[in-house]
């Protein structure tokens, strides 16, 4: 891992009784990282932040925060640096919904390995960045593996109208 990932990855911008970490994931290398924080300020108003190496934002909701974070995941399948596989810390238990996407999700590699700007391969990405879309825009979803499960039998039914 090259220096100026491991700082950015390690570094605790925070002092331990100021925010709590909830979760933390890297990819392989630390180029990617997603990390997850509460604060007693976030504590009083039910609410939470979240810190990556593309982004920051926060959720007002915590019933809402698994599918925050699954989007955050499936953003890092979309870029060139790695995908997050190591997860360091899950007190939120999205560890178990995480592997289980990946696991479905090999089934479509044949999608994204196909050639650059072929139609399988937009088709790929456009999928993924709907699928991270759908589990922002959502309302509470409480089986994120059975909704998972609904998006891709769709998908399946999409693959097979086009023979691909």
């Excluded at 932040?49 to 399948?77: A, Y």
């Excluded at 499960?149 to 086009?162: H, T, V």
Aim: net charge positive; glycine share 6%; hydrophobic share 30%.
């Amino acid at each position: 891992m090259k220096e100026r990932y491991k700082k950015f990855f390690k570094e605790e911008r925070y002092s331990d009784d100021e925010y709590e970490s909830l979760f933390k994931a890297q990819s392989q290398g630390g180029k990617v990282w997603i990390k997850v924080f509460q604060s007693d300020v976030d504590k009083k108003y039910n609410s939470f932040t979240i810190h990556g190496s593309n982004s920051g934002s926060g959720v007002d909701d915590s019933n809402l925060l698994k599918q925050t974070i699954f989007s955050e995941l499936i953003g890092s399948l979309l870029n060139d640096y790695g995908t997050i596989k190591k997860i360091d810390i899950d007190k939120i238990g999205i560890a178990k919904d995480w592997q289980y996407f990946l696991s479905k999700i090999k089934n479509y590699d044949y999608l994204e390995k196909s050639l650059k700007g072929s139609e399988q391969r937009r088709f790929y990405f456009s999928m993924m960045n709907q699928l991270s879309s759908n589990l922002r825009r959502s309302q509470k979803i409480n089986n994120i593996s059975l909704f998972i499960d609904q998006f891709l039998q769709n998908i399946d039914k999409i693959i097979e109208k086009q023979n691909w």
